[in-house]
């Protein structure tokens, strides 16, 4: 990659200096560093928990350090609310969307400082004219006009990114922005990020996708268990340096996929429609295979893989699961014919954030846990600890609240909670959004394992190397309709790319 | 339909290209169902005057309609400043007991220094209501405490000094024929024909939907409420937002306070009490949601007089007072049903919106 504006190490603009913060008794940070210089793009990764977006809370004026400083400038500084590092020029995306559902997007991004008329009246006419302006920089095909709530989650995130952009920051945090999004918005946001980093700024992006940090960061900052392990020149490093030190041992980053002879069909999806949405949908699954789900985001996969599930109705076809039609719009009935759903917005559709761990892991599997109708919380426990234990959820307790894990350990509790519902079919959608290099592959061979014991399992991923990895067949979507089946030996990037993007060989319902 | 099949390939680089914009249907599908709420309270409203006319005609008089608009003056201000306070996720029980306070506060000024002029009168009864407003706000914002329960021990607290002052003051209940004429003639007062008090409820609605539509603090009482974490991320000061709110409701409950002095000029310490729940009756009924962020107070101040309404004409139907209560209950239940509709449908429509655009 070239890297010729990290040569000249720019000014420094901001800075933590052995920063401390804890959480009762949890230590989410301890001697964590950072130095943020003018004019780069500066890569902050670790582990899932290792304290990444506690330590972008500080920046943002969200939590204040028990030990250590912020220096602005050089200055120390107290920045003692989100105003106060918004009016010091720092724009932060956080990992979790954070926007207001009944408002329209432009007044989402512009909140608090929407342009004025005299008197202090808000001019609307400019704000609509500033947040088209914002749109078209992205490539953002949204009404500005539309309320927030319903956005799927990748429009949420680029409202997010709009509105860290729609101020001139001279500090631009992005904690795990690209995680919800498709190859085509990535690199939107990156050329972006690289004009406002070409003009002075600096750029603090966090992932756990190595290709992306290397595309564009010009230095990486480690981290491991709340503390400063490293920070290099990314050209100096290798990833498997960088997950070396993030993790403080030799990780294997291949797919463990075991082959299996597939069994028989499990899932039957017939000439599923939903009108504007996706049409005349039709594939099967077996036991023991891993079917993929590939194509850009928006092309319908998460609204395909949520119609089979029930938890939205459709107009037309039918779904069978061992040759039983299941009702349609009625996910109750689908849990009892064995099918399990991992949405793709764990907010939305996963977890209940203030209940616990151990109730969010055991949720699903109430009924089978209650013994004479009553639960037993020691079962429960039980449970819990079993999946947290074989997927690495990183708690305190099994008993705090699920909003105080980190974001990717929120991801491995809602897997845990539809896993331990012992499905026969297991649909799962985005499985490793934000988890870390580690778990990625243990969760992949979990699947990978799970499947072989006969599971039935349709992974919507817009991770080719997860999907490429995975999957005994690919189905390709793109916009609303599948386009493609591809058997593994012949899926590559280019077979797969080329029918999401519509210029794959035309073999419609191909999928039986 | 999705037609996308028959596009043309597009090759990777157009894919970079900005996609076309999905025109500005999303804010006109908005309006159009906030339109169909505010329309369907008028509806209603047009359906139970009809009905009560074609059975009473006397139903339109003039007097009955200023007394009816007079009734209706009154809860109309008290639903403009609940609709601030539930637009933020919260409420306030206590506006009954606060319009008590200040109904009585205003008669014993006018009672003790007669010669004192009307406007400042109103404005001790609006300044009353205010502090008490500040009481709640600064328990609710500073100490956190849920609205609900603050707002319930003042309801108490504030009726309880009401009684506890007028006992003191050995004057349990002042007559008209204590009250100056220059007040008294207020309550009458006529413009045009409509009763002076209406217009102050009017210019009092006005005021507050332009406030709420048209700053930055205004708009952020609606984040507050559609999401407190979020506005405390993007730096809404988020507990001086809703300690304006609190004590904006407050003068607004005190001013409705003068408004019923003005009007009954009779006054004891029972003022007002059991009006709380009306009020709130009247925002859910106009269709403010009541885990707040949106909702407006136009449809607030609809559905105001529409409770109104129903309270006068039913009796004119030769209806048991029961009915009354009855028709309120299902009103509120009709309005919930509505709402939750009107949600599912745009919910609906949005989401299938989503999946069309992209590419
Ligand atoms: N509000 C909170 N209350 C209690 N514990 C918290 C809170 N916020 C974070 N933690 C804990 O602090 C640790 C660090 O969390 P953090 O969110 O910073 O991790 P992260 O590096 O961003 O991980 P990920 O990659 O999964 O997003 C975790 O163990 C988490 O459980
Ligand atoms: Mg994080």
Known sequence: MDHASSSAPGRVVLALEDVGKSFGAVAALRGARLELHAGEAHALVGENGAGKSTLVKILAGVHGPDTGRVLLDGQPVTLADPAAARAAGIAVIYQEPTLFPDLSVAENIFMGRQPLLPGRRIDRRTLARRCRELFDRLGVALDPDRPARGLSIADQQMVEIAKAL??????????????????????????????????????????????????????????????????????????????????????????????????????????????????????????????????????????????????????????????????????????????????????????????????????????????????????????????????????????????????????????????????????????????????????????????????????????????????????????????????????????????????????????? | MSAPATKSPAALPEELAAPERTGRRGSALVHRLFVVRELGILAALVLLVLVTVVANPRFLSGQNVRDLLLSAAILTVLAAGQTMVIVTRNVDLSVGSVLGLSAYATGTLLVVAPGTPVVVAVLAGTAVGAVCGLVNGLVVAAAGVPSLVVTLGTLYAFRGLDSLWASSADRLQINAADLPAGFKALGGARLLGVPVLFLVAVAVVLLVGWYLRTFRSG???????????????????????????????????????????????????TAGTGQELFVVAAAVVGGVAIFGGSGSVYGAALGALLLTTIGTALPQLGLDPFWRDAAVGALILAAIALDRALQLRLAARLRGRNARRDR
């Open chain 1, 166 to 512: 729609s101020f001139d920051a001279r500090v631009l945090v992005m904690d795990e922005p690209t995680a919800t999004l498709s190859g085509v918005e990535v690199e939107r946001l990156f050329a972006v990020a690289r004009s406002l980093r070409d003009s002075g700024a600096a750029v603090l992006f966090i992932s756990h996708r190595f290709d992306e940090v290397f595309d564009l960061c010009d230095r990486i900052t480690v981290m491991r268990d709340g503390q400063w392990v490293s920070t290099d020149l990314a050209r100096d490093l290798t990833v498997d340096q960088v997950v070396r030190r993030m993790v403080g041992r030799e990780v294997s980053s291949l797919f463990p996929k075991v082959d299996v002879e597939p069994g028989d069909v499990v899932l039957e999806v017939r000439g599923l429609t939903t009108r504007g949405v996706f049409s005349d949908v039709s594939f099967d699954v077996r036991a023991g295979e891993i079917v993929a789900l590939a194509g850009l985001v928006g092309a319908g996969r998460s609204e395909i893989v949520r119609a089979v599930f029930g938890v939205d109705t459709y107009d037309a076809g039918t779904v069978r699961v061992s040759g039983k039609a299941l009702r349609k719009g009625d996910p109750a009935a689908a849990m009892a014919a064995g099918i399990a759903l991992v949405p793709e917005d764990r907010r939305q559709q996963g977890l209940v954030m203030e209940l616990s761990v151990e109730r969010n892991a055991t949720l699903t599997r109430r009924w089978q846990l209650a013994r004479a109708g009553l639960l037993s919380s020691r079962a429960e426990r039980a449970q819990a600890a079993e999946w947290s234990t074989r997927l690495q959820v990183k708690a305190g307790k099994l008993s705090d609240p699920v909003s105080t894990l980190s974001g990717g350990n929120q991801q491995k509790v809602v897997l845990a909670k539809w896993l331990s519902t012992e499905p026969r079919v297991l649909i799962v959608d985005e499985p490793t959004r934000g988890i870390d290099v580690g778990t990625k592959s243990e969760v992949h061979r979990l699947l990978s394992q799970l499947a072989a014991e006969g599971l039935a399992v349709v992974m919507v991923s817009s991770e080719l190397p997860e999907v490429l990895g995975m999957a005994d067949r690919v189905l390709v979507v793109s916009e609303g309709r599948l386009v493609d089946d591809i058997p593994r030996a012949r899926a590559d990037e280019d077979s797969v790319m080329l029918a999401a993007t519509g210029q794959g060989a035309p073999s419609a319902g191909a999928a039986r």
């Open chain 2, 219 to 269: 708009r952020e009482l609606y984040g507050i409420g559609s999401a407190p974490e979020a506005a405390r991320l993007s730096g809404i000061p988020v507990g001086r937002r809703v300690l304006t709110a609190f004590v904006v409701n407050g003068a607004l409950a005190g001013l409705a306070g003068v408004l019923y002095a003005a009007r009954f000029q009779t006054l004891d310490t």
